[in-house]
């Protein structure tokens, strides 16, 4: 197949995917409305799995779910129209701190898990709940 | 007589399918949107254009570097012990035999994390649709794992058809990947890879995990213990265990292999736990700190003794 014509083809067949799964509602941002929210989306992809506690971050972007029998953590976010969900190591939440009185901050740590996103907490208890999961204690 | 008249000129069936496969990705996202089904992951747009993107940039890496691969095996023809021409019957048998040695190439892909470095991208979405087929690897051809079709040119399968037969074993896979279609008719699923048993490959529940690695006939991952059924009661999940938070394709791309050399190249490592990171499944490590698929599987029988035993999911575990 001649490369230009190969060319066109690709380029109007990505173009007119992508249009079509946009105007049909691809790209809809959401948000969680509650924690409840949250974890109904969480328990929609991990069924099995036992849930302690979800805690939502402001804005409702993402949600932390913390699972049951020192089963770790799992990030939710938001990205455009549908979930992401990451469950976390240690490592992930290396950088985990308090920058406020009020808020905490976590930064998964490799860049990958939705790369930058800071979580922002108004809920105090989210520290206490998240700190036996990693080996950093939040003294910063 | 020149070369022409001795080799066909098989087509690039990769290339003449795109019309193809954008018209079913069509034809699926007005479906999907049809069904409305809650549970089904559906369309995303950037995941989307993410898949397409990596579509694109494996077709561009085939045309850059596709020769090496090429060149080794027309280098390795003239050590044929036979000939089997270009017959219907040379065809379909090429066919069946690289489908076999693809199934070899996925399983190790699944196995080996010096494989995986490349493969892990087209798991990378936490959808599963016909776009989700096009998000294919840009850096095959450096794992070096073309020479699994060595064995193929040495007993007299041309070069040429191998890569015609390899064509039409991608064409086959693409229309798996989708939730629209449920359980085909049971003689069909018990010979050929369906888009059930193809949900099962790419989900990360602890039961599906390394299983189903067949191109097009399911028949090996039945002959070589690796085949799990769909089951209701456990929808698949798809994506990674480790999901990854971005839709850019270069990070897609090279996500893994980046990560792979920073664990081997770590400081107080031994020789042999170097090469442990580039070459041990996924999730290995020198201390035992990351999960591996069978302590994930084990962790999870723990969790379920009642699912101790059952496909994909071992029969006991030690505490």
């Given at each position: 197949?001649?490369?230009l014509?190969l ?34 989306v969480f ?21 932390l ?24 190591s ?8 308090i ?42 | ?44 747009t ?8 990596m ?12 020769f ?18 270009f ?22 892909a ?42 193929l040119?040495l ?8 890569a ?6 991608l ?45 097009t ?103």
């Open positions: 197949m001649e490369l014509v060319a066109i083809g690709v380029v109007f067949g990505v173009a007119l995917i992508v249009s079509l799964v946009h105007f049909t509602g691809g790209s809809k941002p959401r948000r969680f409305a509650s924690a409840k929210d949250a974890l109904a328990q929609s992809h991990y069924r099995d799995v036992e849930v302690e506690s979800v805690h939502l971050a402001i804005g409702g972007g993402d949600a779910v913390i699972i049951a029998d020192d089963g770790g953590i799992a990030h939710l976010a938001m990205l455009g129209a549908n979930p992401f969900i990451r469950l976390l240690a490592d992930d939440l290396a950088d985990a701190r920058v406020t009185e009020e808020i905490a901050i976590v930064l998964p740590a490799d860049g990958l898990s939705v790369a930058g996103r800071k979580l922002l907490f108004d809920d105090r208890t989210v520290l206490s709940e998240i700190t036996p999961h990693i080996a950093r204690n939040f003294d910063n | 007589m020149n070369l022409d008249q001795l080799v066909p000129n098989y087509p690039d069936v990769t290339q003449i399918a795109i019309p193809f496969f954008v018209l079913a990705i069509v034809v699926e996202i007005f479906l999907l949107r049809r069904l409305r089904k809650e549970q089904l992951a559906g369309f995303e950037r995941d989307t254009l993410t898949s397409l993107m579509g694109v940039g494996n077709v561009v890496a085939g045309l850059l570097f596709g090496i691969a090429f060149g080794v095996l027309m280098w390795a023809w003239q050590f044929r012990v036979y000939d089997f021409g017959s219907w019957w040379a065809i379909l048998l090429c066919f069946v035999v690289d489908d076999l040695r693809y199934y070899w190439y996925h399983r190790i699944h196995r080996s994390r010096w494989v995986w470095a490349e493969h892990i991208n087209h798991h990378s979405s936490q959808h599963y649709n016909l776009s989700t087929a096009l998000r294919q690897s840009w850096t095959g051809t450096f794992t070096g794992m073309f020479i699994l079709r060595i064995p040119v007993v007299g399968f041309h070069p040429v058809l191998i015609f037969v390899g064509g039409l074993n064409i086959y896979q693409f229309w798996i990947h989708t939730e629209a279609i449920g359980k085909m008719w049971r003689p069909f699923e018990l010979i050929f890879n369906t888009p059930s048993h193809h949900r099962v490959h790419h989900a990360t529940n602890p039961r599906y995990l390394d299983s189903n690695y067949a191109g006939l399911i028949i090996w991952d039945r002959m070589f213990g690796s085949f799990v059924e769909e089951r209701d009661e456990d929808m698949p999940r798809y994506g990674l265990v480790k999901n990854i938070g971005t839709f850019n394709p270069v990070k897609v791309a090279f996500h893994e292999w980046w990560a792979m050399f920073a664990d081997a190249a770590r400081p107080g490592l031994t020789l042999r736990q170097r090469f442990g990171y580039l070459f041990m499944p996924p999730g290995w490590s020198h201390d035992g700190s990351r999960e591996d698929t069978a302590r994930i599987k084990a962790d999870y029988v723990r969790r379920h003794p009642d699912q101790a035993g059952m496909p994909g999911l071992p029969k006991e575990v030690k505490e």
